[in-house]
Structures are given as structure tokens and as C-alpha cells.
């Protein structure tokens, strides 16, 4: 498999099986080192008031910029985020929530992604940054 190959994202499932992404029911659409894309739905991960948790759309962020720096890193190594931040724009009530990470640098060491967020009408929920090292295995 090179680089720019988009992967089977059925492997996920059994690889989150048990993890924080699997618990808050996050769902792959779409992985390539290049863009990851998954959902996941607001009911369970909402805050007292009924909207979307503000750190359930970090986890949705940072579990999709991982796969993507993981792909990226390659055979043998991993990714370690080591830096999130994320601006909420929307809150979003019901339904799902729809991430999609984009890569915008990757390195030997370090990979960068952008994670756009959005609601079932296309509305931005969330933007997010996610840095992660990769390091050999």
C-alpha cells in the first residue's frame, strides 16, 4: 500500500473496539493519510443543556486526525497527538455530527490535520487543529 491509497475502513472496527471512539459511537467513512472522514451521533454526547459536548466534538477531531497521522506514519510507527485546540461555532442538538480531516502538513515527525465539523444541514459545528509526532513503533 503507498501512501496516497485509500484504506478499507472496516479494520476500524475492530481496532476501536473498546476505545473511547467506539463508546461515544464515532463511525469511519472515508481514511486515506490524506483525509479521514467519520461521524458521529449527538444523542449520548451531549452536555446537561442537550448540546453537543464541546470535548465530544475534540474526541471526534482528534480520533479522526489521528487515523489520518497514523496512515500517514506508516507500518511500524505511530502517532501521538500532542497538540488540540478547537473553536465551536454551533451547537448541535440532534442527529449526527459529520468530521472531516484534512492534512495539512506531513512530515518524517510530525503531521498536521485540520478537522472541519459540521451538522446534518452542512452547518459548521466545530474547527479543530490536531498535531501529532510519529515515532517508530
Known sequence: MTHTDPIDVSVFGDLHQGTLSDRMGIQFLEAAPERVVGRMPVAGNTQPYGLLHGGASAVLAETLGSVGAALHAGSGRIAVGI????????????????????????????????IEITDEQGRRVCTSRLTCMLRDR
Not at 492534512?103 to 518524517?108: D, K, T
Open 83 to 114: 497538540e488540540l485546540n478547537a473553536t465551536h461555532h454551533r451547537s448541535a442538538t440532534s442527529g449526527w455530527v459529520t468530521g472531516v480531516a484534512t492534512r495539512v502538513h506531513g512530515g518524517r515527525t510530525l503531521a498536521t490535520y485540520e
